[in-house]
């Protein structure tokens, strides 16, 4: 063969490797969620500056997540600190709509069908048979991390890792 050719050839395979390892590389990194998804997917809550007693309201991938902070223990709360917490995704396991908190009865009321939970998120009346959803969280020091399932996670729902 022409040594000239063979440079041509070697040129060739070389500008084709390096256009299929770029091509590679792109379709491997589309694989991947976008920023902002990995940004969406959680939700750090501060637990410091939360009352005893009282819901905070915050939003997880577009749902309204309800957050109290006890001083008492129930089966649907898991103790950070001093303090027990019930984190609960704020829609009704009936037909989806989003309870709104009473606080003169303690009690999230479902708009659609007057369904009520109490404060942990139990079914108490209406045609509401299972409790509001815990989500997946994990705790990370005085906070809670809502969207990655964590120990305490795990334990609450008994899960075993």
């Known amino acids: ?61 577009k749902k309204p997540i309800f957050l109290v902070k006890h001083t008492e223990n129930s089966p649907r709360s898991f103790k950070l600190g001093s303090y027990y917490y019930t984190l609960m995704i704020g829609i009704c396991t009936h037909l989806g709509c989003i309870p709104k908190y009473d606080a003169s009865i303690k009690s999230f009321v479902c708009p659609c069908h007057n369904g009520v939970f109490d404060i942990h998120g139990n079914p108490i009346s209406g045609p509401v048979t299972k409790p509001l959803e815990i989500p997946p969280f994990s705790i990370q020091g005085d906070s809670i991390l809502v969207g990655e399932a964590g120990e305490v996670y795990n334990n609450l729902l008994g899960i075993k890792s």
Not at 6 to 25: H, Q
Not at 32 to 52: D, M, V, Y
């Open 1 to 61: 063969m022409d040594p000239k050719r063979r440079v041509v050839n070697y040129a060739l395979l070389g500008l084709v490797g390096t256009g299929g390892y770029v091509a590679s590389s792109f379709v491997f990194s589309s694989l991947e969620p976008p920023l902002k998804a990995r940004l969406n997917a959680a939700t750090l809550i501060e637990t410091t500056a939360l009352k005893p007693d009282e819901v905070a309201f915050f939003s997880w991938r």
